[in-house]
C-alpha cells in the first residue's frame, strides 16, 4: 500500500520509521506507513459533503477499502459509508468524483458509497446521519403494516425483504428456510406443531438411453430411487408439508443445479424429480413397485441402501477391529509388552481388555523362558 497521507505528513515533520508518533500505531508498511491508534480514534466524529456527522465508532470498518487507485481510509481522511439518503436515486453532486457511479447494496437496492471527512464540529443528534437513518427505519415500519394490511396479515418478516430505495416491501416464501422454530405461522395462517416432526421424501427417476448398433434400437434403462429425504433433520410436519406445496420451484431448481455437471457430460442421461411428500417416514407401495419391476424398472429404496449402507460399514468396522486385535495378539507373543511404553500398553488394555493382555503376556513369558532352557540344553 502506498504511503497515506498522515504519514506523508509525520514525515516531512521529521518523523523517522523507527520512531512512533503520539497517537499512532507503530511504522506499517503494508498499512502504508503510520495508522492513528484506538485511543485517537475515540470521540472523533466524520461529516459527509451534505454536513451529516457521523461518530467515529458508527464507522462499521477501519479503513481499508482500495477502489480506483485510492486507499479510502481514516489516514487518508476520506473513510466511505453508505449514503443514508437510501432513496437517492441519481448520484450527489457534492459526493467524491470517483464514487459518483459506486453501487452497494442487496436486493436490487442501487446505494451509493459516500465520502466522510474528519471534522471539528461537535456531534448533535439532530445534525447527525442517525437522525436521518432513524427515519428511514421508522419509514420502513409504517410501509410494512401497509404491505401486512393488504396481505390480510399473511406474510412473514423472515420470509420478507425491503428495498430502501424505492421504499417497498416484497415477499418470497421458501418455507424450507423455516429454522426459526415458530408457534405460529402468519403465511399458512395455522399453528406450527414442534412436537410433530417429519420429513420431505421424494423419488428420483434416471432414463439412460443406450444406442443400438446396427439395426437394433435403441435401450432405455429405467432405474428410481424412491424415498430419498430432501433434508437430513426432522422438521415441523406442518413445514414439511408447505414445502411440498409451495416450495418445489427452488428446490427442484437446486436439485438440478447439484446434478448439473453429471447432466452435461452424460447426454444419454435424464433425470426427473417427483412424488415429493410430508411424512414421518419414507412410506412404500408395494402394488406400484410390482408395477415398476413388471415394466423392467429397477427399483431401489433410499431407505434399504441407507441400512445396507450401515450394515456394511459396521461389518468392515468389526474386521478392521477383529484384524487389530489379532495383530496386537501377535505382539504380545512376541514380547512387545517388555519394552512397551506405559502409553502403549495402556492401548493394548484398551483394545483387549486387561485379563487378555496379562493371559498373553504370561503365555510370551512361558514361552520365552522354555526357549532360554532349550538354548541352556546344548
Known amino acids: 500500500m502506498k504511503i497515506n497521507k498522515l504519514t506523508e505528513r509525520l514525515l516531512a515533520e521529521g518523523w523517522t520509521q523507527d520512531q512512533t508518533p503520539p497517537g499512532c500505531k507503530p511504522w506499517n508498511q503494508y498499512h ?13 466524529v ?90 428511514q427505519n421508522a419509514e420502513m415500519e409504517r410501509r410494512w403494516e401497509e404491505f401486512s394490511r393488504k396481505r390480510n396479515g399473511r406474510v412473514c418478516r423472515f420470509q420478507s425483504k425491503y428495498n ?84 418445489l420451484p427452488m428446490v427442484k431448481w437446486r436439485l438440478h443445479m447439484s446434478n448439473h455437471s453429471l447432466l452435461y457430460f452424460h447426454k444419454n442421461l435424464s433425470i426427473e424429480w417427483v412424488n415429493f411428500r410430508a411424512e414421518k417416514t419414507a412410506g412404500r407401495d408395494l402394488l406400484q413397485d410390482l408395477e415398476d419391476v413388471a415394466n423392467g424398472i429397477t427399483v431401489i429404496h433410499e431407505a434399504d441402501k441407507r441400512k445396507q449402507n450401515a450394515t456394511d460399514k459396521k461389518q468392515r468396522r468389526a474386521e478392521a477391529t477383529a484384524k487389530r486385535v489379532k495383530s496386537a495378539e501377535n505382539k504380545i507373543r512376541k514380547g512387545f509388552l517388555d519394552t512397551a511404553t506405559k502409553y502403549e500398553r ?29 538354548l541352556e540344553g546344548f
Open 32 to 44: 502504508g506507513g503510520w495508522e492513528y491508534d484506538y485511543r485517537s480514534r475515540i470521540g472523533t
Open 46 to 135: 466524520f461529516e459527509t459533503p451534505c454536513g451529516l456527522l457521523y461518530k467515529r465508532e458508527e464507522l462499521s470498518h477501519s479503513g481499508y477499502m482500495a477502489y480506483m487507485g485510492v486507499d479510502w481510509t481514516e489516514e487518508n481522511d476520506c473513510m466511505t459509508v453508505l449514503c443514508p439518503h437510501y432513496d437517492r436515486a441519481s448520484p450527489c453532486s457534492l459526493n467524491h468524483p470517483l464514487l459518483q457511479n459506486s453501487v452497494a447494496g442487496c436486493n436490487g437496492e442501487g446505494l451509493h458509497f459516500c465520502a466522510v471527512h474528519q471534522t471539528d464540529n461537535p456531534w448533535t443528534f439532530e445534525e447527525s446521519a442517525q437522525s436521518v437513518i432513524d427515519a
Open 346 to 374: 495402556k492401548r493394548m488394555e484398551k483394545l483387549l481388555g486387561e485379563d487378555r493382555v496379562m493371559e498373553l503376556e504370561a503365555e510370551a513369558q512361558a514361552r520365552s523362558h522354555e526357549t532360554q532352557i532349550s
Open 164 to 247: 430502501r430505495r424505492t421504499k417497498e416491501w416484497s415477499i418470497h416464501y421458501w418455507p424450507e428456510s423455516c429454522t426459526y422454530g415458530c408457534t405460529y405461522c402468519s403465511i399458512l395462517q395455522k399453528p406450527i406443531d414442534n412436537s410433530k416432526k417429519g420429513k420431505v421424501f421424494y423419488d428420483e427417476i434416471r432414463r439412460m438411453r443406450i444406442e443400438g448398433e446396427g439395426l437394433l434400437p435403441d435401450e432405455v434403462k429405467t432405474v428410481i430411487r424412491k424415498g430419498i429425504p430432501l433434508f437430513e433433520k426432522p422438521r415441523p410436519l406442518a413445514i414439511c408439508e408447505a414445502i411440498a406445496k409451495y416450495g
